[in-house]
């Protein structure tokens, strides 16, 4: 029998889209539902492809000879589409969907129609997409400075977030130039694992950043209302999973406070949940926080153990900044789910992996 990493791996390789009327080639095949109202659209969006780009390209080192080849086929697949995303202006800077033209909402019969629904580029793809594409140090240069550009402060303030966090200079999830300011603590995970990757000097920003982490942790905010810390991730294994990631990689300094009670955190969690592939990011988070869980059976996992699992959202009222409205936009009616199968499948081989090297570590 083959080895369940190489199993995983030819898994996703073969929902790989060959290129069809809603998925270009290379592209992982998605979907954004909301089932409340009955609602489901093939998306044609590059951040599932690009994050699972990146965790595969994470693992592929501890893979055989012939299953690192199947990685680099399917990255290289991924990565020929990363132009299509790129800033409409030509700026090195990427989107959600196709910017030229825009394809917001692409395969749907409303929003796609509004001005109202076009988004800016954003920091969390466009950390993928570095992350996976070789950079210049003048390019990381450039993206730290743009960064700064739409950090908090720098045109306006931050609303929608508690007090103490209105005068705190990190980044915002949106380039836009007149978007509002966002703070989502799994985004901002994933921007500072790209500029630590980068070995730039950490800015005022920076640390920031780490700052409104630390302390969405600290003040136990990531479970007690996860949506109000991470729109995009509002829920609190997500939370755990990315900034678990971003403290095992880099061990930022500024959340070593913290890690002790994320460990104990994600183990309450992971004794309470029920969902299939909570354990599973919620065991790779602990396995990589040094811990030794019990093993998930993700060798008898099959597609069913993905249903209800949803790895991101858009909250379709959390740009408003009246009060009301945000109040109700946690409310699950004004969510859109975003689902992907084959990046369900990359979270298994990433946590075959991690707890490979677990039992090697451990023999």
């Not at 060959?18 to 590059?46: C, H, M, S, V, W």
């Not at 800077?93 to 825009?102: H, I, M």
């Not at 945000?326 to 084959?342: D, G, N, Q, R, T």
């Amino acid at each position: 029998m083959k080895p369940l990493l190489q199993r995983f791996i030819e898994r996703i390789e073969s929902l790989q889209s060959k290129g069809d009327e809603f998925f270009p080639p290379g592209i992982f095949p998605a979907k954004r539902a909301n089932p409340l109202i009955g609602y489901q659209r093939p998306d044609t969006t590059i951040f599932f492809s690009a994050i699972s780009c990146f965790t595969l390209k994470s693992i592929r080192k501890n893979a055989d000879p012939q299953t690192q080849e199947l990685i680099d086929s399917i990255c290289n697949k991924i990565i020929a589409n990363y132009p299509d995303f790129r800033n409409k202006d030509g700026l090195d800077t990427y989107n959600f969907w196709k910017t030229k033209p825009s394809k917001h909402f692409p395969n749907g019969h409303i929003f796609h129609r509004y001005e109202h629904f076009r988004i800016p580029d954003d920091i969390d793809d466009t950390a993928f997409i570095y992350l996976t594409t070789e950079r210049s140090k003048e390019e990381l240069v450039w993206l730290k400075e743009k960064l700064a550009m739409h950090s908090n402060g720098a045109k306006q303030w931050i609303r929608n977030t508690y007090p103490e966090y209105r005068r705190l200079k990190a980044y915002s999830t949106w380039f836009g130039k007149n978007m509002y300011v966002e703070f989502d603590v799994c985004v901002l995970s994933n921007m500072l694992y790209c500029l630590f990757d980068s070995q730039l000097p950490l800015n005022e920003h920076d640390e920031a950043s780490l700052e409104y982490i630390r302390s969405v942790i600290a003040t136990d905010r990531y479970r007690q209302v996860p949506f109000r810390c991470a729109h995009q991730y509002p829920r609190t294994p997500l939370i755990i999973y990315h900034v678990a990631r971003l403290i095992a990689a880099f061990s930022p300094p500024a959340l070593e406070s913290v890690k002790a009670k994320l460990i104990r955190d994600t183990q309450d969690l992971l004794s309470t949940t029920t969902s299939d592939m909570d354990k599973v990011i919620l065991s790779t988070a602990l396995l990589r926080l040094g811990e030794k869980p019990a093993r998930v059976p993700v060798e008898n996992f099959t597609a069913k153990n993905f249903d209800g699992f949803v790895f991101f959202i858009a909250g379709l009222l959390t740009a408003y900044e009246n009060p009301l409205l945000y109040k109700i936009s946690v409310l699950p009616l004004f969510h859109m789910y975003w689902l992907c199968e084959a990046h369900c499948w990359t979270l298994l081989a990433e946590y075959e992996t991690v707890w490979a090297i677990s039992e090697n570590v451990n023999a």
